[in-house]
Structure formats: C-alpha cells, structure tokens
Nanobody, 124 residues
Framework: QVQLVESGGGLVQAGGSLRLSCAAS????????MGWFRQAPGEERRFVAT????????DYVDSVKGRFTISRDNAKNSVYLQMNSLKPEDTAVYYC?????????????????WGQGTQVTVSS
C-alpha cells in the first residue's frame, strides 16, 4: 500500500507559477513510476505528466509541454510538478498517482494508488 498526499495548490493569476508536491509513504517509492493527472469541473480526469522510477524518462500532454516540469526525489519519497506560465484552462484538481510499473505511463488505469487531490485555480 502507498499513501499519497498532494500539496502546493492555490489561486494564482494567469502567467504565474505554482509547484505541486506529492509525498508518498508506505512501500518503496522508487518501485513506482509516478504521474500527475487533473480534473476540471464537469470533465473526466486527464493525464498531465509522468516520470519513470529513476526520473530518467518523462512524458507530458501536449498542452503543458514547455510550461510544466515533473521531477522526483526518491530519497524524499516525493514527486513534484513545477507549473509555469499558468493559464485559466489549467484550472483543475490535480492528483498524483503511483503506477505498478517502472516506466512512464499515460493511462489512468495503469495507476493503482491515488492521492486526494489539490485545487489549482488560475484567474484571468
């Protein structure tokens, strides 16, 4: 079992930045690829970014490439999402998730542990 707790969300103006953190506890963190997903009101949960167990491989949805950066610190059992140049359409609840595999993954069904989410609101 892995417990995930997100933090760092909040209200920011368009063009601003936020850094989300996800702290993991339980089983060996480095055994899992990690991902960030988001869900806007009335929409399904969507993939944002993913990182391999070692941090050596990452993948992003096209809409955040060049603006968001996913990273991890296995010594601190944490994964991060640095979000720059934020836009109103980035407004959503952001979730971190842990996958049972080692490589980066986009599909939500590949993730077996989920956090409770943190709200990000970008005002225009």
């Amino acid at each position: 079992q892995v417990q995930l707790v997100e933090s760092g969300g909040g209200l920011v103006q368009a063009g601003g930045s936020l850094r989300l953190s996800c702290a993991a506890s339980g089983r060996t963190f480095s055994n899992y690829a990690m991902g960030w997903f988001r869900q806007a009101p009335g929409e399904e949960r969507r993939f944002v970014a993913t990182i391999s167990w070692s941090g050596g491989r990452t993948d992003y949805v096209d809409s955040v490439k060049g603006r968001f950066t996913i990273s991890r610190d296995n010594a601190k059992n944490s994964v991060y999402l640095q979000m720059n140049s934020l836009k109103p359409e980035d407004t959503a609840v952001y979730y971190c998730a842990a996958s049972s595999g080692l490589g980066p993954k986009r599909a939500s069904y590949e993730y077996i542990y989920w956090g409770q989410g943190t709200q990000v609101t970008v005002s225009s």
